[in-house]
């Protein structure tokens, strides 16, 4: 069965861009979340959708937003790109949000904002 | 906040068993206790799971003590391949994949 996989695998952008990362989850997974790994902050939650739900959402602001469409591939946005933007991008899947359902991360995606 | 406490970093000599504490004493009972580790610059791996019971995969051993207020990993025989940072992980709660990394334990594995 094929793992989490996440496109684009590196990206380079100039601020004021934005940027769409996708993230397909393992074949029958349903529950989607994101985060974000900076060397200052390490990893950090962004959110989790579930059945095109977000059900929950991290510390950020509303410069970054996703989404997760009916196949439960999901896809997060960030608009107006900072430099501190710059940072590892973790997709991860699960069968349902649930304390005993394990999360499988992807191998992320690498921004860079110059 | 991350509710686990994990020493920063260890060492351990290759074929040897290496066993990394955590601590989570305001761990709730229906809380998992979840362990990935993180090979510089890919995603976290799951390595083992549990919620009460000690537990043991292909990967790993997990030791929860009898109050659930801590737990060890064990790698039975570490190898250079299993250096890593390590993270100890409390799943927030029952109904959500919300994961709070802590800074995790970075295990060194030498010759």
């Known amino acids: 069965k094929a793992g989490v996989t996440q496109t684009p695998r590196y990206l380079i952008k100039t601020r004021g861009q934005q940027v769409t990362l996708s993230c397909s989850p393992i074949?029958?997974?349903?529950?989607v979340s994101w985060y974000q790994q900076t060397p200052g902050q390490g990893l950090q939650f962004l959110f989790e959708?579930?059945?095109?739900?977000?059900?929950n959402k991290g510390n950020f602001p509303g410069r970054f937003s996703g989404r997760q469409f009916s196949n439960s591939r999901s896809e997060m946005n960030v608009s107006t790109l900072e430099l501190g933007d710059s940072a590892l991008y973790l997709c991860?899947?699960?069968?349902?949000?649930?304390?005993?359902?394990?999360?499988?991360f992807g191998p992320g995606t690498r921004l860079l904002v110059l | 906040d991350a509710k686990t406490t994990q020493p920063t970093s260890m060492d351990c000599a290759e074929g040897r068993a290496a066993n990394l504490p955590c601590n989570h004493s305001?761990?709730?009972?229906?809380?998992?206790v979840y362990w990935y580790r993180q090979i510089h610059s890919q995603g976290p791996q799951y390595i083992i799971h549990?919620?009460?019971n000690n537990e043991t995969n292909e990967m790993a051993s997990l030791i929860i003590t009898e109050d659930r207020k801590s737990s060890t990993l064990i790698l039975p025989h570490a190898t250079l391949r299993d250096t890593a940072v390590y993270y100890c992980?409390?799943?927030?709660?029952?109904?959500?994949?919300?994961?709070?990394f802590g800074t995790g334990t970075r295990l060194q594995v030498f010759p």
């Open positions: 991860a899947s699960s069968l349902g949000p649930s304390g005993g359902k394990t999360q499988y």
């Open positions: 992980i409390v799943r927030v709660g029952e109904h959500t994949d919300k994961l709070i």
């Open positions: 549990g919620l009460k």
């Open positions: 305001t761990i709730s009972g229906n809380e998992y």
């Open positions: 959708y579930f059945s095109e739900t977000q059900r």
């Open positions: 074949s029958g997974h349903r529950s």
